[in-house]
């Protein structure tokens, strides 16, 4: 079975572009989480989404920040602009919405503003 | 006070020995509980869940869950180099609600 996957796996650009990460959920599943993780500030959760509907969005940076779930297993994180500071690896994870909650990571995909 | 905290490390052990890496919780509610692998360059990997108190055991993995002392430890028996990584603790309250991460434990098992 495919697991959670991300695109693009690395990511160059310069200040001030905009740039837009993917994730497709594991099939089955119903609820999204998009993680930053720098060596400075660990693993952040920045929103997830259950059945399409975004739960929390508290942890987005500011707002050139913004994330959708247009279908039921497919999602974007755009940055626009995007700075320096968010240069980090961003993890899309997948989980079936229960009392267990097992959430499973992608690949990530490495982000470098220069 | 971190909502989940762990030891930053690195826990150096021998190849062989049991390595002990220990979490502690703040919130009461929490319900579910996690251990994910990470080894460098690479994403969190889920090697542990539990939900009740006691042990839970996998192969060579012992999940420990103490709610009324707000604890969670994982124990890895005969230690190998290859699970030398960096492990995170994660909690959940149950449903679909975020999972809260400790910023990992490092650990080396020299061969």
């Known amino acids: 079975d495919a697991g959670v996957i991300q695109s693009p796996r690395h990511e160059v650009t310069e200040m001030g572009q905009e740039v837009t990460l993917r994730c497709k959920l594991i099939?089955?599943?119903?609820?999204l989480f998009w993680y930053r993780q720098t060596m400075m500030r660990g693993l952040e959760l920045l929103i997830y989404?259950?059945?399409?509907?975004?739960?929390?969005d508290s942890g987005m940076p500011e707002d050139r920040f913004s994330a959708k779930m247009p279908n039921a297993s497919f999602s974007t994180l755009k940055i626009q602009p995007s700075e320096p500071r968010d240069s980090a690896v961003y993890f899309c994870?997948?989980?079936?919405?229960?009392?267990?909650?097992?959430?499973?990571f992608g690949p990530g995909t490495r982000l470098t503003v220069l | 006070q971190k909502e989940v905290e762990q030891n930053s490390g690195p826990l150096s052990v021998p190849e062989g020995a049991i390595a002990s890496l220990n979490c502690t919780y703040s919130?009461?509610?929490?319900?579910?509980f996690f251990w994910y692998r990470q080894y460098s360059g690479k994403s969190p990997e889920l090697i542990m869940s539990?939900?009740?108190?006691g042990d839970k055991e996998d192969g060579r993995f012992t999940a420990q869950l103490n709610k009324a002392s707000q604890y969670v430890s994982l124990l890895i028996r005969d230690s190998q180099p290859s699970d030398s990584a960096t492990y995170l603790c994660?909690?959940?309250?149950?449903?679909?609600?975020?999972?809260?991460f400790g910023t990992g434990t490092r650990l080396l098992v020299s061969p």
């Open positions: 994660a909690v959940n309250r149950g449903g679909f609600q975020k999972l809260v």
């Open positions: 994870a997948s989980s079936l919405a229960s009392g267990v909650n097992e959430q499973f």
């Open positions: 919130d009461r509610v929490s319900q579910s």
């Open positions: 539990i939900y009740s108190n």
């Open positions: 099939s089955g599943h119903n609820s």
């Open positions: 989404f259950n059945n399409n509907v975004p739960i929390d």
